[in-house]
């Protein structure tokens, strides 16, 4: 299975940090935020890896993260031109997953604590579909919010105004290859951006959109107050020395 992280996007809730810096790279705990998902994918036995992100930051992402082989992965990167949406960022992802094969993509900014290392083997084995992450919340209407019926999900609704459950889909997709296809029937929204709920949907309509829900934290980083809190719980971030890039003979003691 392949990794994709999506880490391009404006980072507007996050100013003026984000005029300097792509949101991706600010601290939080020891490390940059992408270094979590990237952590993520690597435990799930997911070394194959596409950052995506815009053309701005590229550059301090290679000089970072390099191949990844001190990370234990191997990442590839590709460039978002201009803000199109998540899905419009997926789409770029095309020629990295072959015909056939499955896909976990992640949000940058999306922090948790599940392990995906279960979830990854379960889908691998599965012919087709598409397997959606949801987390409980106090304000479901934030956020697209799924109308589950049994183990799929029937729909999921964007920031309604009247939600249907008390739980959002977040931004942990696990996809079949046919995600392209879709991708490429899906319309700009109102706000001109290529919508992954539309993606979802398109599945969902195909009775081929599985979800699993998150048990333990998860936090959308994209905030002050969420970056601060997340900050907060990956202060002692499990094995994070052990995978960690190793100190050259000329660093400071």
Same mark, same amino acid.
């Given at each position: ?30 490390? !940059? ?126 920031? !309604?105004?009247? #939600? ?14 046919? @995600? ?7 319309? #700009? ?50 094995? @994070?020395?052990?995978?960690? #890039? ?8």
């Amino acid at each position: 299975m392949k990794g994709v992280i999506l880490a391009g996007g404006t980072g507007t809730r996050l100013r003026p940090l984000t005029k300097m810096i792509n949101k991706h790279l600010l601290p939080v705990g020891k490390y !940059p935020m992408i270094y979590y998902g990237i952590e993520k994918l690597r435990a799930a036995g997911i070394t194959d890896i596409l950052l995506i992100t815009g053309k701005h930051s590229v550059s301090l992402y290679t000089e970072f993260l390099g191949s990844g082989k001190e990370w234990g992965v191997n990442i590839s990167y590709k460039i978002q031109e201009e803000a199109g949406g998540i899905a419009d960022a997926l789409e770029l992802a095309h020629n990295f997953v072959h015909p056939g094969e499955k896909l976990l993509v992640l949000l940058g900014d999306n922090l948790f604590e599940d392990s995906l290392a279960g979830y990854v083997k379960q889908f691998e084995t599965q012919p087709e579909g598409a397997k959606v992450f949801l987390k409980e919340v106090e304000d479901a209407r934030r956020y697209g919010v799924p109308v589950m019926e049994g183990d799929l999900i029937k729909r999921i609704e964007e920031k !309604p105004e009247h #939600p249907q459950s008390s739980y959002c889909v977040t931004g942990i997709y696990l996809y079949d290859s046919t @995600v392209f296809d879709l991708i490429k029937t899906v319309e #700009p929204s109102a706000r001109g951006e290529m919508e992954i709920t539309d993606v979802n949907n398109l599945y969902a309509s195909q009775g081929k959109l599985s979800y699993h829900l998150l048990t333990g934290w998860w936090i959308d980083a994209g905030t002050f107050p969420s970056w601060f809190e997340a900050s907060d719980k990956l202060r002692e971030y499990p094995n @994070v020395e052990a995978a960690a #890039p190793k100190s050259g003979a000329g660093d400071d003691k």
